[in-house]
């Protein structure tokens, strides 16, 4: 009997974290019927409770980023991936079962992270390229992570493990998070969205004049918190001879990302702070200095900007296709190339710029 129970005791100490915040509530249960080593599900399960406080939502908890059953990795500090996902979905009275569209959102979120290898973390964001829901007309296109606000960090038999939420934003809250500092964004944000609870139908918080305000004030006093970009549409040309004049080097960047860059230059480079840009092919690291100055390494480009030169780039880029000629930096000119956004048929079902 005890080596029964001590099967999953990773399962189990998930379960009793969550004993302890809904008593005896027996949770609504939906498990893989087809293990992810047969090609089914990456997540062995995902429970969901009915939460009542601040109000009326869904409270998912996902079963699989932890070692469930036996420790077989080799860090023993910490359980599987050292997280489990949480989520909080606002519920209608009417409603007795969870939306199908949220769980299938889990699933997805363990298919990219087993593939990718990567873990989220609190204060890490993610664009959806579309709705959180797909076929709605939600304005929530993205996602952030923060820690559960009722689930504190727990030691279980294979390692310390987090309870990570996931948390619907719209595209202007992803990039506010982007430009300034997403723990600060979400600290704002938190009056008007208690305990973090998505929910499909609200617009953007930035509408709030309270919430801008405090936005672009900490800009200003902080400047931007993140200095690692991976921009997908990244390219580089060297600048090339041609008789007695040299053309200038060519960054490229798509126009989905061009505006949010510019905005991070400002945040980064005239705090004194670097901004690394790493794509498919190129890795470029851009920095403050007095004297702008291009210089090619074996790992990465490295370009010196100015203020001028950051002011200069900060008011011309924008989601637009288009060649920026810089006055204040004649050795480099700025290639902003349109974006195609693609859906998981690969369908082109949006243009930028």
């Known amino acids: 009997m005890k080596e029964e129970e001590d099967m999953a005791p990773g399962w189990d100490a998930i379960e009793d974290a ?3 915040l809904y008593g005896d509530q027996k949770p609504m249960h939906y498990g893989s019927s087809l293990p992810a080593m047969f090609g089914g599900d990456p997540l062995d399960g995902i429970s969901v409770y009915k939460a009542e406080h601040p109000a009326p939502h869904w409270h998912m908890v996902t079963f699989g980023f932890t070692e469930l059953y036996g420790k077989e990795k080799e860090d023993k500090e910490h359980s599987g991936f ?4 949480t989520f909080r979905l606002k519920r209608s009275e009417t409603e007795e079962q969870p939306p199908a569209w949220a769980l299938d959102l889990l699933q997805n979120m ?7 290898g990567n873990r989220f973390r609190s204060g890490d964001y993610l664009d959806t390229n579309g709705p959180i829901c797909l076929g709605s007309d939600t304005k929530l296109t993205a996602l952030c992570y923060t820690e ?18 996931m948390i ?3 595209g202007d809250e992803r990039d506010a998070m982007q430009t300034w500092n997403s723990h600060a964004m979400l600290k704002i944000c938190e009056p008007y ?5 998505t929910d ?3 617009s953007s918080l930035l509408m709030l004049p309270a919430v801008a305000t405090a936005v672009e004030e900490g800009l200003k006093r902080d400047g931007s918190n993140t200095g690692f970009l991976y921009v997908s549409q990244l390219g580089w040309e060297p600048p090339v001879k041609r008789l007695l004049r040299k053309s200038p080097a060519v960054l490229t960047l798509g126009a989905k990302q061009a505006e949010i860059i510019g905005k991070m230059l400002s945040g980064r480079i005239l705090k004194q702070n670097p901004l690394y840009l790493s794509g498919p092919n190129v890795r470029v ?3 403050p200095g007095d004297n702008p100055v291009i210089e090619e390494g074996p790992e990465h480009i490295r370009i010196v900007l100015d203020a001028a030169t950051v002011a200069e780039l900060s008011s011309k880029l924008r989601p637009k296709e288009e060649l920026i000629k810089l006055s204040s930096f004649k050795g480099l000119t700025v290639q902003v190339a349109k974006t195609y956004i693609k859906d998981q048929q690969d369908n082109v079902v949006e243009t930028i710029g």
């Open 168 to 170: 619907g934003i719209t």
């Open 285 to 287: 690291a851009l920095e």
């Open 82 to 85: 050292g997280f489990e996902l």
């Open 110 to 116: 363990g298919r990219y992270i087993y593939k990718s």
């Open 200 to 202: 499909l139908e609200r």
């Open 18 to 20: 969550m004993t302890k």
């Open 193 to 197: 969205m208690p305990y973090y609870i």
């Open 148 to 165: 559960d606000p009722e689930l504190p960090s727990i030691e279980t038999p294979n390692g310390r493990m987090e309870f990570i939420q």
